[in-house]
């Protein structure tokens, strides 16, 4: 078989299990490039005609729902509506120029229920989605398309060259069609002669006379065509004149194709050759490991980058990461490499994988546009040879590329996968943690009802072994509140996010869970009306034990830290700003006008206290507290945060080290400036009983004190007049000296801080003397 790879290019493979499978393959160059696969239980109904009957009409879709005999049923948009169902008179379309849907009457005019109607299977369902019907009947054959109830003909749009158009065109002008009919000239019939046209026409016009047959004797719902099975359709549709080796390895199938080809393709010189080995023919083509990466979610790619292709239902979601890929010469050449890579690696897997619908590739970004042109360009080049219709848009500035594919058949993924029993699809299951936490609430849930005094639960054992240990207490509490029992028990079959829940009542029957009722949701008023009854509950209870019950006034209840750490910004800010604002107290005369029965309130201890409250008894900010408290290393949150009694005391030791360190420093005096006998005299005044003085002696010494530093006292001393020293004066001369060791603080309006900071008389007399 590998003479044959390499002498040909292109070869078609046909696996053929007579009443259960049918696998056929297109190689290129030993490459798989297309694939098609179908089982005899699961053949799909795609080209089907059916007499179908309206079952719902609905104007907000504009679409109606056919039951045409299939399990679900079909969706028929007002826009695949032919114009003989239009209200009034019978109009015709031309062939290739659909009526457009704002011109169409609406779809509740034109059906009712009950209405019986021809329609055409489009495309296959999906999911939970019926399959989409068309009133547009259309009957292929190997060279053309008939199509009942159209007029005119056309020629396929594939075929884009003008002059093979035309004469395509002039063949159909030349051949007697039946009234009634449109035909389209397919891609086969290309380069073929007005006697290959006209035998294909007339098969056509007879297949669909029996069909007119069976429309007139049958009621709906009922089938009146049924498409050929994949292999007749392969050879009708899909063989080119490319493919020059059809390898057939059952000798039904050998013998059917033969046949076809002798009615369909009389002139073809294809070989048909029937496989006879023991081995199976895809392993000895080498095709079992090509289609192995159909199912894998990354390809790789040539030049080191790969490609993740997720589907999802809304749409197909493919990545494109570089990998390993680092053989170019910077950034950008490496970008452009790979993209190009992953465009035919893309346009491939849409074949093989039959992904239709939205498809969004996200490509590595490139700076150039000349280069995100040629990707693009290498895209559509692609997706000429796929037989599904496709729209490209350009790449967006994020780098994506946007497309959509006609979905003619389902996907691999949706034919050969079903959903996991164990996550339902997702890919993903619940941790232990998660589960055994809806399972602790979820009993918690069943024992609320009065019926139930025991639940069971059965669970994996990892789950058990959370619950038992890390649940205990949870389950502990929900036993004590309800006084019922909660029973967990193991089993080693059940995955890790399944559990199965069984109720039992006081005498041990069992209780179907689905007879349990669900609670309604409570009610503000239900809520208010209960907190009351509480509170007149608790009031006759002290009534009657002759105690009174204390009732808070003025200010409510604060919150607790955690619900005050929600604010935050600028709002933390401003709480922060009005908790630490004291109202002063309003004084009249020696009594304040209290109420009565209501106590002054007390300067907080050094017990636990919280933050704000703490901050007001000190005379400080929140603000200030919290800064004193990061710094002490305290792990204290926010301003509603309590502190405990050690924290207090070393806070307040901490303010009391911080005032010390701001208060002024007295400067020292120079010892030739001051003698001993003048600082004793200072000394002297500073007490409260003034001891007498010797006038004529304290005077001499100013006087020699004056004549030694005169220059030096001058510059400190202040700009106020002196008076002589005499024995009069002894006293007041002191008592200056006693204001210039303890200055006074001035208010300056300009210096350095501005109109509010108070400036002392030295650093007055400093700063002139940094000037001199």
């Excluded at 049958?218 to 899909?238: F, H, K, W």
């Excluded at 073809?268 to 006879?276: A, D, H, L, N």
């Excluded at 849409?350 to 992904?355: A, H, I, M, P, Q």
């Excluded at 949150?637 to 360190?661: P, Q």
Aim: charge should be positive.
């Amino acid at each position: 078989m590998t003479d044959i790879q390499n002498n040909t290019k292109e070869i078609m493979i046909v696996h053929d299990d007579p009443g259960i499978e049918t696998r056929i393959a297109i190689l290129e160059n030993g490459r798989l490039e297309e694939l098609y696969t179908e089982r005899t239980r699961s053949a799909t109904g795609v080209g089907n005609i059916y007499k179908g009957r309206v079952t719902n009409v609905e104007s907000a879709i504009q679409a109606a729902f056919i039951e045409y005999g299939g399990a679900q049923r079909g969706f028929l948009h007002v826009t695949d509506l032919h114009p003989r169902y239009f209200p009034g008179k019978e109009t015709s379309e031309r062939v290739g120029k659909k009526i457009p849907k704002h011109n169409r009457p609406p779809i509740q005019k034109c059906l009712k229920r009950g209405d019986e109607v021809l329609v055409q299977v489009l495309k296959e369902g999906i999911g939970t989605k019926g399959p989409t019907l068309t009133s547009y009947l259309s009957i292929p054959g190997r060279l053309s398309v008939m199509m009942p109830f159209m007029d005119k003909v056309g020629v396929s749009r594939k075929i884009e060259d003008e002059s093979d158009r035309k004469k395509m065109r002039k063949i159909l002008d030349t051949l007697n069609l039946p009234d009634g009919f449109g035909f389209i000239l397919r891609t086969a019939g290309l380069g073929k002669t007005k006697i290959d046209v006209k035998r294909d026409i007339a098969y056509l016009i007879r297949l669909w006379k029996l069909i007119e047959k069976r429309i007139d004797n049958v009621g709906a719902p009922c089938q009146l065509y049924n498409e050929s099975d994949l292999l007749v359709r392969t050879i009708r549709d899909i063989l080119r004149p490319s493919i020059d080796v059809i390898v057939v390895d059952s000798e039904s199938s050998y013998e059917r194709i033969t046949s076809f080809l002798k009615i369909a393709a009389p002139r073809s010189s294809r070989k048909i050759i029937q496989y006879r080995d023991a081995s199976p023919i895809f392993h000895a083509f080498d095709i079992e490991k090509q289609i192995d990466e159909i199912h894998c979610r990354e390809v790789d790619l040539p030049s080191g980058g790969r490609l993740v292709i997720d589907q999802t239902e809304a749409l197909v979601a493919i990545d494109v990461n570089s990998g390993k890929s680092r053989g170019a010469k910077n950034s950008e050449a490496n970008a452009v490499n790979t993209n190009l890579e992953a465009a035919d690696a893309i346009c491939r897997h849409l074949r093989l994988r039959d992904l239709g619908g939205i498809v969004i590739n996200d490509l590595i970004d490139m700076g150039q546009s000349s280069n995100r042109r040629k990707v693009e360009k290498r895209f559509q080049e692609n997706l000429e040879r796929d037989r599904a219709r496709s729209t490209v848009l350009p790449i967006s500035r994020f780098g994506l590329m946007e497309m959509t594919r006609q979905r003619i058949r389902p996907s691999v993924l949706d034919s050969h996968y079903a959903a996991c029993s164990q996550c339902d699809g997702r890919g993903n299951v619940k941790t232990t943690e998660e589960v055994a936490a809806d399972a602790t609430r979820h009993c918690g849930w069943l024992l609320h009802h009065e019926n139930v005094r025991r639940v069971e639960l059965t669970c994996s054992a990892s789950v058990g072994t959370f619950l038992l240990s890390n649940k205990r207490g949870e389950l502990d509490a929900y036993e004590q509140r309800s006084k019922k029992r909660i029973v967990v028990r193991i089993s080693e079959e059940l995955a890790k996010d399944r559990l199965i829940y069984y109720a039992y009542d006081a005498r041990g029957a069992d209780i179907e869970l689905e007879t349990l009722v669900a609670s309604k949701p409570l009610s503000i008023a239900a809520l208010i009306k209960a907190d009351n009854s509480y509170v007149a509950d608790e009031e006759n209870s002290e009534e009657k034990t002759g105690r009174r019950r204390s009732r808070r006034r003025g200010k409510k209840n604060l919150p607790l830290a955690e619900a005050a750490s929600i604010s935050a910004g600028a709002d933390l800010q401003e709480e922060l700003d009005s908790l630490d604002k004291v109202k002063p107290e309003v004084k009249q005369g020696k009594k304040q006008q209290l109420r009565k029965g209501v106590k002054k309130e007390e300067t907080p201890a050094d017990s636990a206290m919280r933050v704000f409250q703490f901050a007001r008894s000190i005379g400080k900010s929140s603000k200030e507290v919290l800064e004193q408290c990061k710094q002490e290393g305290f792990a204290v949150r926010n301003h509603m945060s309590t502190m405990t009694s050690e924290i207090i005391t070393k806070l307040k030791e901490g303010f009391e080290e911080l005032v010390e360190k701001k208060k002024p420093r007295r400067r020292r005096r120079r010892k030739n400036n001051r003698t001993k006998k003048s600082s004793d005299a200072v000394a002297t005044t500073t007490t409260t009983e003034t001891a007498p003085v010797d006038t004529n002696k304290t005077a001499t010494e100013n006087k020699e004190v004056k004549k030694k530093s005169k220059k030096s006292r001058s510059r400190y001393t202040s700009n106020r007049s002196r008076k002589k020293a005499n024995a009069a004066d002894a006293k007041e001369t002191v008592e200056t000296k006693v204001e210039v060791v303890e200055p006074k603080k001035k208010a300056r309006k300009t210096l350095y801080g501005g109109r509010r900071r108070s400036v002392t008389t030295d650093e007055v007399q400093a700063s002139r003397d940094s000037r001199a």
